[in-house]
């Protein structure tokens, strides 16, 4: 179900006790995604574990993220931690009066510490059993780097690209002994692409997707087993 989609009756009937809460972001997916790519994959898997699952309702999105590393790229835009927070505990704490249980479902990286203080906060309070999940960390994959083969192959399956994708630079950041010394993606990326972009498919994304609804479902199930 999503929620935005029924009347508050259909609401009231609803037997769904997870909330799942899509959170990405408006930023530079380098030259070739647009620029809600974090969006439409949050998104995608939310609605997609929704339409599968009776115990799940799919919110409304939370379309701006923590993204201040991507301002210089014309058309970011970005909340301090602190808005983000504070936004994404209110929409929980709303919805906690018609839901026991709450998943961020998160397609941007620079949003999973907030989210995780966040979601431990609601679950000490006992305002409702929360907690992340974003894709990538679920599907076990470390090649994520940014614009790269997992999310331009995702993108491709989910939507289009603008243009022909051309490979990044290879690794995310600069550290130096193990810690970081550059915080601006400018710094280590002209395009914004981090990864192998080129050797995207849409059969990938078609597999990242499959995996990413069937692993969600299995978090919803265990939540709705608990409660
Ligand atoms: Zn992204």
Redesign the pocket.
């Known amino acids: 179900m999503n929620l935005g989609e029924v009347s508050w009756r259909e609401a009231a009937e609803a037997e769904a006790s997870v909330a799942l809460l899509p959170t990405g972001s408006t930023e530079q997916?380098g030259p070739h995604l647009p620029l809600e790519?974090?969006s439409l994959a949050a998104e995608a898997f939310a609605a997609g574990a929704a339409e599968r699952s009776a115990d799940a309702v799919c919110l409304p999105s939370v379309e701006v993220g923590v993204s201040r590393e991507h301002a210089a790229f014309d058309g970011s835009l970005w909340v301090s931690p602190d808005v983000f927070r504070g936004y994404v505990r209110e929409v929980l704490d709303s919805a906690s009066r018609w839901f026991d249980a709450a998943v961020a479902v998160n397609?941007?990286g620079g949003n999973v510490t907030a989210l995780q203080e966040v979601c431990a906060g609601l679950t000490r309070d006992e305002a409702l059993l929360a907690t992340e999940w974003t894709w990538w960390n679920a599907l076990d994959r470390d090649d994520m780097g940014?614009a790269g083969k997992l999310?331009t192959s995702l993108i491709l399956y989910l939507s289009d690209v603008r243009c022909p994708p051309e490979d990044g630079v290879e690794a995310w950041g600069r550290y130096v002994e193990g810690s970081q010394v550059a915080y601006d993606v400018e710094e280590w990326s002209e395009d914004g692409v981090v990864g192998a972009a080129s050797e995207a498919s849409v059969e990938l994304g078609e597999e990242l997707y499959r995996e990413g609804v069937e692993s969600l479902e299995r978090l919803v199930d265990e939540l709705a087993d608990e409660l």
Do not use: K, L, P
């Open positions: 997916h790519t974090d397609g941007h940014h999310e």
